[in-house]
């Protein structure tokens, strides 16, 4: 199971998820979040982090010229749009350089079909933006397409997802708060959260 660790924002962060090795890590890049960073700190962390992982840009209803500037210039290999951002909108970021991954809001409107159909490369599934806290997983339960889970996960219930999950295109899990510790990734925390997504196999 592949596994991204998001909200970085120092070097103790990027040097946390060096020692553990995730898939993926994320960097907040629209303003006026938590986690927010700007270009000039993603850039730096960038110089930190193990060239095996790869940086996802989280982006909520941004700019996309600045998004496509961003790829091209090697900031981040991965976009991932967290806002209201249509397939037209996806189509014209799929033009550039770059994988985009949307991430769906289950909830009391959430539409499983429309996901399923996205324009994106990759589609994932959350409570909210960066709310940490988890869904009811039996909603995704019969998306065969590969997805990405978000929401609640941390150490020590990952298995537990993908125990109920399986037979679904269940592919990655991300979190973030549940790794943290003082507002900064904890690296012990980070390295069981990877162990045990990376010893899952099915």
């Given at each position: 199971?592949?596994?991204?660790?998001?909200?970085?924002?120092?070097?103790?962060?990027?040097?946390?998820?060096?020692?553990a090795m995730?898939?993926?890590?994320g960097f907040?890049?629209?303003?006026?979040?938590?986690?927010?960073?700007?270009?000039?700190?993603?850039k730096l962390l960038s110089k930190f982090i193990d060239p095996q992982i790869q940086r996802v840009g989280v982006f909520v209803d941004d700019d996309p010229s600045r998004i496509k500037r961003l790829i091209y210039?090697?900031?981040?290999?991965?976009?991932?749009?967290?806002?209201?951002?249509?397939?037209?909108?996806?189509?014209?970021?799929k033009s550039g350089e770059g994988s985009i991954i949307k991430v769906f809001k289950v909830d009391e409107n959430f539409d499983l079909a429309k996901a399923e159909s996205s324009a994106a490369d990759m589609i994932m599934f959350d409570s909210g933006t960066g709310s940490g806290e988890k869904f009811d997983w039996s909603k995704i339960k019969d998306c065969k397409r590969?997805?990405?889970l978000a929401g609640g996960?941390?150490?020590?219930?990952?298995?537990?997802?993908?125990k109920d999950l399986k037979g679904s295109g269940l592919y990655a899990v991300?979190?973030?708060?549940?790794?943290?510790?003082?507002?900064?990734?904890?690296?012990?925390l980070v390295i069981q959260a990877v162990n045990e997504a990376h010893g899952i196999n099915f």
């Open positions: 199971m592949k596994i991204k660790i998001c909200g970085l924002r120092t070097p103790g962060d990027a040097s946390a998820v060096n020692e995730p898939d993926y890590v907040i890049l629209t303003e006026g979040y938590k986690r927010t960073v700007s270009e000039e700190t993603a210039n090697g900031l981040i290999d991965i976009v991932q749009l967290h806002g209201n951002e249509s397939d037209d909108y996806i189509n014209e970021l590969p997805f990405i996960l941390g150490p020590g219930n990952i298995t537990e997802a993908c991300d979190m973030s708060s549940s790794v943290d510790k003082g507002g900064h990734k904890d690296e012990d």
